[in-house]
């Protein structure tokens, strides 16, 4: 089984950037795409983002285009997802996932479902 872990959550004002990571125990991310999620209160897990196996397409919900970047250094088995121009409904738990039976080749790939999950970590925006 794969092991995911989320870090780099926090509290944050408008406008700020916010960096979150997501490792994996025991086990390289090279051969699996990373998709990244979200949930806020009241509301469904969303679909936020996803890279490739080898970090040739990445894709994105709309309501976060421009705005956040998801990145993978192998160097390192960490893949990221950069947060600019944070808004206030960008506040959610969130979530990286990880699949080896599949790769994110297209925008459609954002809502996959991932086989392995992490738990979560909590970003909030509020001024």
């Known amino acids: 089984q794969v092991q995911l872990a989320e870090s780099g959550g926090g509290l944050v004002q408008p406008g700020d950037s916010l960096n979150l990571s997501c490792t994996a125990s025991g086990t390289t991310l090279d051969y699996f795409a990373i998709g990244w999620f979200r949930q806020a209160p009241g509301k469904e897990r969303e679909g936020v983002s996803c890279i490739s196996s080898r970090g040739d397409s990445t894709h994105y919900a709309d309501s976060v285009k421009g705005r956040f970047t998801i990145t993978r250094d192998s160097a390192k088995n960490v893949v990221y997802l950069e947060m600019n121009s944070l808004k206030d409904e960008d506040t959610a738990v969130y979530y990286c996932?990880?699949?080896?039976?599949?790769?994110?080749?297209?925008?459609?790939?954002?809502?996959?479902?991932?086989?392995?999950w992490g738990q979560g970590t909590q970003v909030t925006v509020s001024s």
């Open positions: 996932a990880a699949d080896d039976l599949f790769d994110c080749s297209g925008s459609y790939d954002v809502t996959h479902t991932y086989q392995y």
